[in-house]
């Protein structure tokens, strides 16, 4: 049994309405750097995704598809494992609500909840949003600019179980209060405590009797379970719950729900709630991370990516063109993850060409090279601290900064200040290897020590990048420890994060890391 501390990270699950766009990519791709960096740091970790199957809009899209809604759900679901899968995301379980391990979990957390006295039989009268397929207050369609005969807003009356949502109101707002870090980022948190948690918050409908497209109520002839009571509940499925109690006690709580910002009132009012009424531990983080917005010809100002804009992007048609990698990279570069961002195609083509084959690409290339033909075999030992000139001493000064941002900033979903601070430590090594021309140096037999110590360093540091790199571009890093003859296999941070840690490097020269594109 592994003595690793645990790490349990999940992605909302994915509605099968329809295919994945650039939008669920800078989502996953942030929640897979976050487990890669766990993993690297020495967690154990459980990395789940999946996807959401039940509810109206699917059973009405798979009828306009001409297929059961089970088709309809395989077909979606196996597109959005393959698309996963071609970016390079490390999930450990992928679960969907269609499957009888979650269902048994639900049956098992509404029984619970319902023994609590905490679900009532009633009747549903008032309004229903259809996207969100959520119930809605007058006062919520006034927020979101929504009138009575929009297409979104329908009246619905049927008799409906009731969850005694508001009996939870001061319970969520303490756990709240007394768990700061509970809700990230803090402009979060400050959304769900003003305008979710209000003190008129009514009880939340959580059945239907008007489809049957989900999972049976138990004990209920003709009900079926609302989708987001349903939908929620497979956090704690795929942890085993009300099935596996060896497993549910390894992994849950979850350690954090990574989601978008617009489904906040679910992840921090509606689950903690549930939970409680079930006696069950909540999670210890929610992060809602924002959206990308996107600039389209004759549009006023910038709009956020939706399906319903119709204004998505197809993540892989940007794989086809720069990678797997670069596109990981650049989104997590350019965009703020726990904010807005702006897409952007040339300004990220343009950061592309130089940071990636300009700048790392370039600095470990004509380093390998120098090294090659200047130092006896390519091999390249620790630089002592006493032979340092104030440049290289400059770079250990620097790194030892990157790696206290590096371990400040990943836990929080920083990525963005991480890589630029990782991309200011590459900078300054070209720099200085501009001003110190190795190349130059090396044809006076007089200077081979300099030589030596000033392309050791670099090495060093080039070793540095690409451990920091490895949750973000975990092939390119390999490829950078390969080219100096090392190996990420059975690394510890620990002791990898300390300089001149590599002992020796036999550095070998290999193909481009990265190739320019054209604008």
Known sequence: MSNKPTFYITTPIYYVNDVPHLGHAFEVIGIDVQARFRRLTGHEVRFLTGTDEHGQKIADTAARNGVHPREWCDRLAGEFRRVWDLLKVSYDDFIRTTEPRHHESVSK????????????????????????????????????GLEPGNDRIKRMSEEAYFFRLGKYREAILRHIEENPDFIQPEIRRNEVVKSFLRPDMPDLSISRTSIDWGIPVPGAKGHVIYVWFDALTNYISAAGYGRDEELYGKWWPADVHVIGKDILKFHCVYWPAMLLAAGVELPRQVFGHGFITVLRPGAEGEEKMSKSAGNTVDPMGYVDRIGVEPLRYLLMR?????????????????????????????????TASLIERNLPDGIVQPIPMEEMTEIEREFVAFWEGTVAEYERGMPRFEFQAVLGRIWGFIDLMNRRMNEVEPWKLAKDPAQADRVRVF????????????????PFMPDASARIHETLGLSLEDIRWKDARNWGAHGEMRVRKGPPLFQKLET
């Open 109 to 144: 957390l509404w029984q619970k909840v319902e023994a609590n006295g905490d679900i009532y039989l009633g009747r549903y009268e008032g309004w229903y949003d259809v996207k969100e397929e959520s119930f809605i207050t007058e006062t919520e369609m006034k927020e979101k």
């Open 334 to 366: 350019e965009l703020n993850y726990g904010g807005d961002g702006i897409f952007n195609e040339h300004s990220m083509i343009q950061r592309y060409n130089a940071e990636l084959p300009n700048g790392l690409g370039n600095t470990l290339s004509r």
């Open 455 to 470: 392309l050791g360093s670099v090495a060093e540091g080039l070793r540095g990048v690409g451990l920091l790199l490895h």
